[in-house]
């Protein structure tokens, strides 16, 4: 039979002082564990008190977005049939009071559609529609929805000729809509000089759109700030011209939902290009049918 070797006074000590590493090392790893498991659980838990508090907002900017749109109705139907005058004649300073209500109105329900479009992308409730639509036909449209306001206005509203921009593939509405928020701002900032909007293609697969205008420009430290909620810039503009702060956040949503991003590029007394570069063709939609 075999004989296994004896171990000694000093290597049993050894021995014994490993294991007893070993198992403090395990009781170690377990609170550890504890820790780790418990921390998970904790997170787990502010993340689903964040998560209803993110719903409660969003029920609530819904809510009571719908609940402004009524009255607001009323009030700009009314206003109209008072300024067409159809119980009878308004003097001038009738017809200037009459003004005055509905472009405090008009506001208003801008920032209501902006509070209810929020509550919609924090809600994952916007839909994207994409469909094949030509440069011009969006511009056209454009420039027909701002011509009452740029005929009035000391600035001029210019819209380039689209050239070698191929049929897009995405939302025509929601790009729209990013369009209109820059055109919007671009105009409210500008005293004088011109707006301009452009699209020219940004490599093989997308497409700039721009708005670029001579007004007051915006500091640099301010630009990464614009995009986000309620941010607005301050200026002696911005005393006089009321706003939710929502609509360049809006932008960088839709865009987002696009594909793609949005930007600025801008210093004080230089003017501001406000631009949006999407994919000419949504992405995991067919490229067929242009």
Not at 221 to 227: G, N, P, T, V, Y
Request: proline fraction near 4%.
């Amino acid at each position: 039979m075999a004989e296994f070797p004896s171990i000694n006074g000093d290597d049993a000590a050894e021995l014994a002082r490993l294991r007893a590493d070993a198992a403090a090392l395990r009781a170690e790893l377990d609170e550890t564990n504890q820790g780790v498991l418990a921390l998970y659980a904790e997170l787990d838990t502010q993340a689903e008190e964040l998560r209803q508090v993110s719903d409660l907002k969003s029920r609530f900017l819904s809510y009571m977005s719908h609940e402004f749109r009524t009255p607001l109705g009323a009030i700009l139907s009314i206003v109209r049939l008072l300024g067409d005058e159809l119980d009878g004649p308004l003097n001038e300073e009738q017809h200037k009071q009459v003004r005055f209500v509905q472009s405090a109105a008009s506001e208003l329900s801008s920032m209501v559609d902006d509070l209810l479009d929020l509550a919609k992308v924090e809600a994952g409730r916007i839909t994207i529609a994409p469909a094949w639509f030509d440069m011009v036909d969006l511009f056209a449209a454009l420039r027909g929805m701002f011509r009452p306001i740029a005929g009035s206005s000391a600035v001029d509203l210019v819209f380039e000729e689209p050239k070698d921009i191929p049929r897009l593939y995405t939302d025509d509405k929601k790009l729209a809509q990013i369009l209109r928020n820059f055109i919007s701002n671009a105009l409210k900032f500008t005293l004088q000089g011109e707006v301009r909007v452009s699209a020219r293609v940004e490599s093989e697969s997308e497409v700039r759109f721009s708005v670029r205008d001579s007004g007051i420009g915006i500091p640099e430290e301010m630009h990464a700030k614009l995009f986000e909620d309620f941010a607005q810039v301050h200026s002696p503009l911005q005393q006089r011209l009321r706003g939710t702060g929502l609509g360049l956040a809006l932008c960088k949503r839709f865009g987002h939902l696009l594909g793609g991003r949005v930007g600025l590029e801008s210093s004080p007394g230089q003017g501001s290009v406000f631009y949006v570069i999407i994919p000419a063709v949504l992405p995991g939609e067919p490229a067929d049918g242009a």
